[in-house]
């Protein structure tokens, strides 16, 4: 009844046996023991479990393990390279982009999504872009400032 | 960065870096091993007696480890308890059951609890959980609830009171007869529907019970461990020092994380019945249920003012629903730290005031942030604008006119209290001036545009916070000491671990008490380590809620703080043989007076200190020192909120387009965590006045169930905030501190009304209840003949 899948996080591959309808965010917590993804609501609103799949963001709790077979995968571990934060990790921090810091790893891989698709995003762009993330804590304006400010290093301009 | 300037300093938080790479633990992270996973059964009826129940098909499913019911648990498990026993009000506390018996009375009441290897296998064992209900009628409105004929929850309540908590001070009948002669008095029904609090982290426990030593280990999600594991030794009789409670990362609790709820003691009970630990992680859906909802009153108000808007008195009664049993701060809260803020910042001579607390089969109902203060001042704000609105006065006016002025402070009001500093006219004038009031005002005389109408609304709050004097709280009823613990230690190389009995989630303290501490002794940050949320390292704490964490803690911090540098002094002199009274103590360095190479680091007075080689008479090795603060009074942070919206008319639309919010929190530690405070707490309070509604039908479904059907506040909702602040100290705290976590959602909700309600002023239409939604804003506009807004609760 188990299938056999393999998927890579964060440049590791991993092949393990899941059951069909394991959840892709259980898997990469239970399975796998990277619990920096979170589970935050059951009807994939709250965004808290949002990853990278094959340079894309998803909700790992509308996908089941077995849809991701063969795929890459990045999760918020994976964001830093070599102990260095990543420009978005770094935002966050500077601009106090997180109180709680629940809903923190989902924020940062739609922020990831959201500067992928615009570099030099306007702030009506980024809170558009959040629309699948919900914080309870920072009312959202720090969160924005995060987005800026890593736009800004990751177009080499830092903003302040 | 100079170390001097620490305090007061926009420093990056210390907590963020675990936050941001993943990793911190949430008690959900946690593994433990031959841990088995706990999924409770609940009721799908609001009320209903419970007929059977066959657990056969539960146990029998493979991986499943255990199935008990409320049956099993009885004589083992007590009933779960309220903390906060209001005197003088009659209060009835009818025993609540870990797991329903033979009634459940809300739908999401724990019926049974089925333990399995995996957490998968235990949802699947529960749906197999066969119970045979016999549905009973069920009751939501809590009006209704206390009518005649209405369905009984509970024996020991005859018509549904849980109690009738009344407040009087001055002499309202007076007030209202001079009004009546001359004046004018206003009265307007309000209903504060019910919230749901959403932290983005559900609940979550994990424990281990140690059968060869009789230790229970609980990690979970609280705001308040050392309450926690008061309460869980009543309820499962395993003594106080036996139990550990440790609060690991906490994703956000707003309140909802203060209660001690069933399922923590169910979850203990499950891990000594069966000698494995056991985890139980709440689903979001579960959590709209079985985690406390907020606020839920309906009020009848009137006040009573001259016709040049000085206000006399006010005069109301509320029904406060508080579901089907009492949560553990549940009766505190509609009344002491609701009532007794009814007069708000304003010299209103006269109150006179009831609430009953009522039971009805709907989720329980406790502190939610803000937590009694949202709806007092929401019920003020609204009544000065709407004796403003009759007078034809500027509601800005009328609010200055009737402010308490700076040289009446400390001012008693008639509630009670006594009123630590203020100056409320100069945050006023500055929110008018950050809003561009005088020109929005111009703006607003030339009419709609495009069918959009303008509206401006202020919101001028003044809150208890800073709980509290421990007299007080046992006083009031409150179970429980309201000082705070902190202890100081300095290690060997000149570091520093500082122990909190407050309990921060979110709220930075670790960074904002790192400051204190850098402050007090000349620590680099970076050098101080901050340990809060486990009953295993800290002696004794009462938590994290009433925006006390800082204004408590931190005062206590700085106390231990100072004791350490107290006896650090006297090894410095020794060291430098010199009188103290000679020694000066700047950035870190005890220095002669008169000599500065002369001087110590406090690093080398530490290192001395525990060499103990020489020390001076009298005087221990080490060095450390804890402290115990308990308040004199309690803070009073206040500050005024403006609100500018567009309300669209063909389709009753409300645009928030721009938001000033103007604090006085007292003394500032970090700004940059001051502005994340107020800006959380605005978003929650602007989503009270336009979008977030509980919703219940007749029979006691939740109709808002989910995140998909409850209006959880995102991102594109909101304008960019722009706050500002003014600095009164508290005069009595330590430090000047006043408390911010709970301003936003005090002050925010009415500032948003007002403007709706400012915009619709041409329609006649002067108040709708919340949410400000396009149906019921556009009912209300063509629909003016009845301006009752539409009835949504059932």
């Given at each position: 009844?188990?299938?056999?899948i393999?998927?890579?996080?964060?440049?590791?591959?991993?092949?393990?046996?899941v059951?069909?309808?394991?959840?892709?965010?259980?898997?990469?917590?239970?399975?796998?023991?990277?619990?920096?993804?979170?589970?935050?609501?059951?009807?994939?609103?709250?965004?808290?479990?949002?990853?990278?799949?094959?340079?894309?963001?998803?909700?790992?709790?509308?996908?089941?393990?077995?849809?991701?077979?063969?795929?890459q995968?990045?999760?918020?571990?994976?964001?830093?390279?070599?102990?260095?934060l990543?420009?978005?990790?770094?935002?966050?921090?500077?601009?106090?982009?997180?109180?709680?810091?629940?809903?923190?790893?989902?924020?940062?891989?739609?922020?990831?999504?959201?500067?992928?698709?615009?570099?030099?995003?306007?702030?009506?762009?980024?809170?558009?872009?959040l629309?699948?993330?919900?914080?309870?804590?920072t009312?959202?304006?720090?969160?924005?400032?995060?987005?800026?400010n890593?736009?800004?290093?990751?177009?080499?301009?830092p903003?302040? | 960065?100079?170390?001097?300037?620490?305090?007061?300093?926009?420093i990056?938080?210390?907590?963020d870096?675990r936050?941001i790479t993943?990793?911190?633990?949430?008690?959900?992270?946690?593994?433990?091993?031959?841990?088995?996973h706990?999924?409770?059964v609940?009721?799908?009826?609001?009320?209903a007696?419970?007929?059977?129940?066959?657990?056969?098909?539960?146990?029998?499913?493979?991986?499943?480890?255990?199935?008990?019911?409320?049956?099993?648990?009885q004589?083992?498990?007590?009933?779960?308890?309220?903390a906060?026993?209001i005197?003088?009000?009659?209060?009835?506390?009818?025993?609540?059951?870990?797991?329903?018996?033979?009634r459940?009375?809300?739908?999401?009441?724990?019926?049974?609890?089925?333990?399995?290897?995996?957490?998968?296998?235990?949802?699947?064992?529960?749906s197999?959980?066969?119970v045979?209900?016999?549905p009973?009628?069920?009751?939501?409105?809590?009006?209704?609830?206390?009518?005649s004929?209405?369905?009984?929850?509970h024996?020991?309540?005859?018509?549904n009171?849980?109690?009738?908590?009344?407040?009087a001070?001055g002499?309202?009948?007076?007030?209202?007869?001079?009004?009546?002669r001359?004046?004018?008095?206003v009265?307007?029904?309000?209903?504060?529907?019910r919230?749901?609090?959403?932290?983005?982290?559900?609940?979550?426990?994990?424990?281990?019970?140690?059968?060869?030593?009789?230790?229970l280990?609980?990690?979970?999600?609280?705001?308040?461990?050392?309450?926690?594991?008061?309460?869980?030794?009543?309820?499962?009789g395993?003594?106080e020092h036996?139990?550990?409670?440790?609060?690991?990362?906490?994703?956000?609790?707003?309140?909802?994380?203060?209660?001690?709820?069933?399922?923590?003691?169910?979850?203990?009970?499950?891990?000594?019945a069966?000698?494995?630990?056991?985890?139980?992680?709440?689903?979001?859906?579960?959590?709209?249920?079985?985690t406390i909802?907020?606020?839920?009153?309906?009020?009848?108000?009137?006040?009573?003012?001259?016709?040049?808007?000085?206000?006399?008195?006010?005069?109301?009664?509320?029904?406060?629903?508080?579901?089907?049993?009492?949560?553990?701060?549940?009766?505190?809260?509609?009344t002491?730290?609701?009532?007794?803020?009814?007069?708000?910042?304003?010299?209103?001579?006269?109150?006179?005031?009831?609430?009953?607390?009522?039971?009805?089969?709907?989720?329980?109902?406790?502190?939610?942030?803000?937590?009694?203060?949202?709806?007092?001042?929401?019920?003020?704000?609204?009544?000065?604008?709407?004796?403003?609105?009759?007078?034809?006065?500027?509601?800005?006016?009328?609010?200055?006119?009737?402010?308490?002025?700076?040289?009446q402070f400390?001012?008693?009001?008639?509630?009670?209290?006594?009123?630590?500093?203020?100056?409320?006219?100069?945050?006023?004038?500055?929110?008018?001036?950050?809003?561009?009031?005088?020109?929005?005002?111009?703006?607003?005389?030339?009419?709609?545009?495009?069918?959009?109408?303008?509206?401006?609304?202020?919101?001028?709050?003044?809150e208890?916070?800073?709980?509290?004097?421990s007299?007080?709280?046992?006083?009031?009823?409150?179970?429980?000491?309201?000082?705070?613990?902190?202890?100081?230690r300095?290690?060997?190389?000149?570091?520093?671990?500082?122990?909190?009995?407050?309990?921060?989630?979110?709220?930075?303290?670790?960074?904002?008490?790192?400051?204190?501490?850098?402050?007090?002794?000349?620590?680099?940050?970076?050098?101080?380590?901050?340990?809060?949320?486990?009953?295993?390292?800290?002696?004794?704490?009462?938590g994290?809620?009433?925006?006390r964490?800082?204004?408590?803690?931190?005062a206590?911090?700085?106390?231990?703080?100072?004791?350490?540098?107290?006896?650090a002094?006297k090894?410095?002199?020794h060291?430098?043989?010199?009188?103290?009274?000679?020694?000066?103590?700047?950035q870190?360095?005890?220095s002669?007076?008169?000599?500065?190479?002369?001087?110590?680091?406090?690093?080398?007075v530490?290192?001395?200190?525990?060499?103990?080689?020489?020390?001076?008479?009298?005087?221990?090795?080490?060095?450390?020192?804890?402290?115990?603060?308990?308040?004199?009074?309690?803070?009073?942070?206040?500050?005024?909120?403006?609100?500018?919206?567009?309300?669209?008319?063909?389709?009753?639309?409300?645009?928030?387009?721009?938001?000033?919010?103007?604090?006085?929190?007292?003394?500032?530690?970090?700004?940059?965590?001051?502005?994340?405070?107020?800006?959380?707490?605005?978003v929650?309070?602007?989503?009270?006045?336009?979008?977030?509604?509980?919703?219940?039908?007749?029979?006691?479904?939740?109709?808002?169930g989910?995140?998909?059907?409850?209006a959880?506040?995102?991102?594109?909702m909101?304008?960019?905030?722009?706050?500002?602040?003014t600095?009164?100290?508290?005069?009595?705290?330590?430090?000047?501190?006043k408390?911010?976590?709970?301003?936003?959602?005090?002050?925010?909700?009415?500032?948003?009304?007002?403007?709706?309600?400012?915009a619709?002023?041409?329609?006649?239409?002067?108040?709708?209840?919340?949410?400000?939604?396009?149906?019921?804003?556009?009912?209300?506009?063509?629909?003016?003949s009845?301006?009752?807004?539409?009835?949504?609760?059932?």
């Amino acid at each position: 009844m188990k299938r056999a899948i393999s998927v890579t996080v964060n440049g590791t591959k991993y092949s393990n046996e899941v059951e069909p309808r394991l959840l892709l965010v259980h898997y990469i917590r239970d399975t796998l023991g990277l619990t920096g993804t979170h589970v935050g609501c059951d009807t994939s609103n709250c965004g808290a479990c949002t990853i990278m799949m094959n340079g894309r963001a998803v909700k790992a709790c509308t996908l089941l393990a077995v849809q991701a077979d063969g795929a890459q995968l990045q999760t918020v571990e994976g964001l830093a390279t070599n102990g260095d934060l990543h420009p978005i990790q770094q935002g966050f921090w500077e601009e106090h982009g997180l109180q709680c810091g629940f809903c923190t790893p989902g924020m940062m891989m739609a922020a990831l999504e959201l500067l992928r698709r615009h570099p030099d995003p306007s702030e009506t762009q980024i809170r558009e872009g959040l629309e699948g993330n919900l914080c309870r804590c920072t009312g959202y304006q720090h969160i924005v400032n995060s987005i800026q400010n890593a736009a800004g290093k990751l177009r080499g301009t830092p903003v302040r | 960065m100079a170390v001097s300037k620490i305090f007061g300093a926009s420093i990056r938080r210390r907590e963020d870096p675990r936050l941001i790479t993943g990793q911190a633990t949430y008690t959900d992270d946690l593994r433990l091993p031959g841990m088995v996973h706990a999924c409770i059964v609940r009721s799908p009826h609001a009320h209903a007696r419970i007929t059977r129940i066959d657990t056969n098909a539960a146990r029998r499913h493979p991986g499943v480890v255990a199935v008990f019911t409320g049956a099993d648990l009885q004589g083992k498990i007590n009933p779960i308890p309220t903390a906060w026993l209001i005197p003088n009000s009659d209060l009835k506390t009818p025993p609540h059951p870990a797991l329903a018996v033979d009634r459940v009375r809300y739908t999401g009441d724990g019926v049974a609890v089925v333990l399995a290897e995996d957490p998968y296998a235990a949802r699947d064992a529960a749906s197999l959980v066969q119970v045979d209900y016999e549905p009973l009628p069920a009751i939501v409105n809590q009006e209704q609830a206390v009518g005649s004929g209405a369905p009984q929850l509970h024996a020991e309540a005859p018509n549904n009171v849980a109690f009738t908590w009344k407040l009087a001070g001055g002499d309202a009948k007076a007030a209202f007869a001079e009004a009546e002669r001359g004046g004018v008095v206003v009265r307007q029904r309000f209903v504060n529907q019910r919230l749901i609090p959403n932290a983005m982290e559900t609940r979550s426990v994990v424990a281990k019970y140690a059968s060869s030593a009789g230790d229970l280990t609980v990690w979970y999600t609280t705001q308040n461990p050392h309450i926690a594991r008061f309460l869980m030794s009543v309820v499962t009789g395993i003594p106080e020092h036996k139990i550990r409670v440790v609060a690991p990362e906490v994703g956000g609790g707003f309140g909802s994380k203060i209660p001690f709820y069933a399922d923590e003691a169910v979850v203990a009970f499950c891990a000594r019945a069966t000698g494995r630990p056991v985890k139980w992680t709440e689903d979001r859906r579960e959590n709209y249920t079985a985690t406390i909802h907020g606020r839920d009153h309906i009020t009848d108000l009137e006040i009573a003012a001259r016709r040049d808007g000085t206000l006399l008195g006010l005069r109301g009664k509320t029904w406060a629903n508080l579901g089907a049993y009492l949560s553990t701060a549940a009766p505190g809260v509609p009344t002491i730290l609701h009532g007794l803020m009814l007069t708000g910042c304003y010299t209103i001579p006269n109150v006179e005031y009831e609430v009953v607390g009522v039971f009805t089969n709907t989720t329980p109902v406790d502190a939610y942030r803000g937590a009694g203060r949202p709806e007092a001042t929401y019920l003020i704000e609204r009544m000065v604008d709407l004796v403003a609105g009759r007078l034809r006065l500027e509601p800005a006016e009328v609010r200055r006119k009737n402010f308490i002025r700076p040289d009446q402070f400390p001012y008693a009001t008639a509630e009670g209290l006594s009123y630590d500093s203020g100056n409320y006219v100069p945050a006023l004038e500055r929110a008018l001036e950050l809003i561009e009031y005088k020109r929005l005002r111009e703006v607003q005389q030339q009419g709609p545009k495009d069918g959009r109408y303008l509206g401006i609304g202020l919101s001028t709050y003044v809150e208890i916070c800073g709980l509290g004097p421990s007299a007080v709280a046992g006083a009031v009823g409150f179970q429980g000491g309201l000082w705070e613990s902190a202890t100081v230690r300095m290690h060997p190389t000149g570091k520093a671990t500082v122990y909190t009995g407050t309990s921060p989630h979110g709220q930075g303290e670790e960074t904002t008490f790192a400051q204190i501490v850098s402050d007090q002794l000349g620590l680099p940050v970076e050098d101080i380590e901050v340990v809060h949320g486990d009953t295993g390292a800290i002696s004794m704490g009462w938590g994290t809620y009433g925006s006390r964490t800082t204004v408590v803690g931190g005062a206590a911090i700085a106390i231990a703080a100072q004791r350490v540098r107290d006896k650090a002094a006297k090894i410095a002199a020794h060291m430098l043989e010199v009188a103290e009274g000679d020694l000066t103590f700047d950035q870190g360095r005890f220095s002669v007076r008169g000599s500065p190479d002369r001087a110590k680091t406090i690093q080398e007075v530490t290192l001395q200190a525990y060499l103990a080689w020489s020390l001076p008479a009298g005087v221990e090795p080490s060095l450390e020192a804890s402290a115990y603060y308990d308040p004199t009074n309690f803070t009073f942070p206040f500050g005024t909120h403006a609100a500018v919206v567009k309300v669209d008319a063909d389709t009753g639309q409300v645009e928030l387009r721009r938001y000033v919010a103007v604090d006085d929190c007292g003394r500032v530690i970090n700004p940059l965590i001051v502005d994340g405070q107020v800006h959380g707490g605005i978003v929650q309070g602007v989503a009270q006045a336009l979008h977030e509604a509980a919703t219940y039908n007749a029979d006691g479904q939740l109709l808002t169930g989910s995140m998909a059907d409850y209006a959880v506040p995102r991102a594109r909702m909101f304008p960019r905030f722009v706050t500002g602040r003014t600095e009164t100290p508290s005069p009595h705290n330590p430090i000047g501190v006043k408390g911010v976590g709970e301003t936003g959602t005090i002050a925010s909700t009415p500032a948003v009304v007002n403007a709706v309600m400012d915009a619709l002023r041409s329609f006649g239409v002067t108040h709708i209840d919340m949410p400000l939604t396009p149906e019921r804003i556009w009912t209300a506009i063509h629909n003016k003949s009845d301006k009752k807004a539409p009835e949504v609760k059932a």
